[in-house]
């Protein structure tokens, strides 16, 4: 009887821990409309040749671009680290190829997903495209939403 608790309660905890590390993976996933790009204190905003980042669930990345040669197609990679999530941007070339925290906000009066990337030299906010605040809201992993 105890070996069937325990195995019970195994799947249990398994079930939970994919289910939340996945949760972060399937919002990500889609298209995103950068609204910030800060890197070193300036802003890349006024020399954007795309504003758009795209997140595939085969782990590429097709991102902004800041100018004609630099690589717009890369890989992310979320990575969990005692209760904080980061984002590694692999973007060859580009100066934003880094390693981010992940937040999200929600801007209630836009009806707006945000997202929060930032390191000690970058910061990203990108606004989820098609996201329908009132369906898909439930779909963001509560502890990564800042409450700003």
């Known amino acids: 009887m105890g070996e069937r608790i325990l195995k019970a309660l195994l799947f249990g905890i398994v079930c939970l821990v994919v289910s939340c590390s996945t949760k972060l993976e399937n919002i990500l996933e889609g298209g995103w409309t950068v609204q910030k790009l800060i890197y070193k204190g300036e802003s890349y905003m006024p020399i954007l040749m795309s504003n758009v980042l795209v997140f595939n669930d085969n782990g590429s990345v097709m991102c902004f671009r800041v100018s004609e040669v630099e690589s717009y197609r890369g ?69 990564l939403i800042n409450r700003r």
């Open 75 to 143: 890989s992310y990679q979320i990575i969990h680290d005692n209760g904080l999530e980061h984002i590694r941007l692999c973007i060859p070339d580009n100066p934003f190829d880094d390693m981010y925290e992940i937040s999200f906000h929600l801007d209630q009066e836009k009806q707006l997903l945000i997202m929060h990337l930032e390191n000690e030299n970058s910061q990203i906010d990108a606004s989820k495209m098609l996201f329908n605040f009132g369906k898909d809201l439930h779909q963001v992993p509560s502890h």
